[in-house]
């Protein structure tokens, strides 16, 4: 469990650890990272990270729901203006590679959250499926994309 900072001051300085955390995550994994590596990264006392997280585990699953969080943000901001849901899929997509090419972390720490957190890892993937299902609702129920049920659909 992570505690919530009080003040602007502690956001800033949770967010250092968070993207302190992902830089380390990142480059040397989940088994070679250390909690003395993200807080010199972020550049604040031991002491501080605990008052925060509980632990290293704690900040790997909250660095996979960032990272989460801010993928489904840009393909969402990307797509929202599209008018109609085939431009919204493309517009969608390029934000979601663009998104990858500028934080090659993502799926270098998602990789790792197999192993080191299948709760995350589940929660991610959920999450964008959720999403992705959300918007083919939406289109269903504009005439866009005809009803049906993905699922159910079988190939050749």
């Not at 990272?33 to 550049?43: D, L, M, N, Q, R």
């Not at 393909?75 to 979601?96: K, L, Y």
């Amino acid at each position: 469990m992570s505690t919530a900072p009080r003040t602007a001051r502690g956001n800033r300085t949770r967010a250092k650890l968070l993207e302190a955390a992902e830089a380390v995550f990142a480059s040397v994994g989940y088994h070679d990272a250390s909690i003395v590596k993200i807080t010199e990264a972020a550049g604040v006392g031991l002491g501080t990270f605990y008052l925060y997280f509980d632990g290293k585990q704690t900040i790997f699953d909250e660095v996979v729901e960032d990272l989460n969080r801010r993928v489904r943000h840009a393909m969402t901001d990307a797509a929202r203006n599209a008018p109609n849901r085939m431009e919204s899929e493309r517009a969608g997509f390029r934000a979601f590679f663009r998104f990858t090419a500028q934080h090659p972390a993502l799926y270098r720490i998602i990789r790792q959250a197999e192993f080191v957190s299948p709760g995350a890892l589940r929660l991610h993937y959920t999450r964008i499926v959720n999403g992705y299902i959300e918007g083919l609702k939406a289109a269903q129920s504009s005439g866009e994309v005809r009803d049906m049920d993905p699922p159910s659909q079988r190939g050749p």
